[in-house]
């Protein structure tokens, strides 16, 4: 599973089923402070599909999105070739503009370290995009010195 070479990204049947997922991961969110539940759904390179949802603490600052769990997640599973990242605010607003529907700062730099190849997919927008849309010129140590399995060197 690749991304097309569109320009759009992957196909639109590829992206509603990761919404889907994302969607679906929401509904395991714990988001008692904020009560906006999101969810995350991460692609593999091997075709499996890891899913995280917001947890939140009441040490508000220590709470953590539902990408930075799906991506964890991959990782942990040994996942190294993230193929896309979908995201779902299941309690934003209907109709609430593209802004309050992409991932946050932090999360971006995740991405910039974890799948910075990822379609990042997001609804309502009709395509998917890259980080270097959503973060240009992010934040990264030289990449070539890292081995893949963890770790520097
Ligand atoms: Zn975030």
């Not at 040490?59 to 964890?72: D, I, K, N, Q, Y």
Request: with cysteine; aromatic share 6%.
């Amino acid at each position: 599973m690749k991304p097309n070479d569109s320009g759009k990204g992957l196909d639109t049947i590829l992206r509603a089923k990761l919404l889907a997922e994302a969607a679906s991961a929401a509904e395991q969110a714990y988001a008692p402070y904020s009560g906006f539940r999101v969810g995350a759904a991460v692609l593999g390179g091997r075709g499996a599909i890891y899913r995280g949802a917001n947890v939140e603490n009441a040490s508000l600052g220590l709470g953590t999105c539902a990408e930075r769990v799906a991506l964890a997640s991959a990782y942990a599973a040994g996942e190294r070739d993230i193929i896309a990242v979908a995201v779902a605010c299941v309690d934003a607003p209907q109709g609430a503009p593209l802004e309050q529907r992409m991932p946050c700062g932090a999360c971006r730099q995740w991405i910039q370290e974890l799948a910075p190849q990822a379609a990042i997919i997001v609804p309502g927008a009709e395509r998917s995009f890259t980080l270097q849309e959503l973060m240009p010129l992010a934040f990264s140590l030289d990449s070539g010195h890292r081995n893949g399995r963890g770790g520097l060197g």
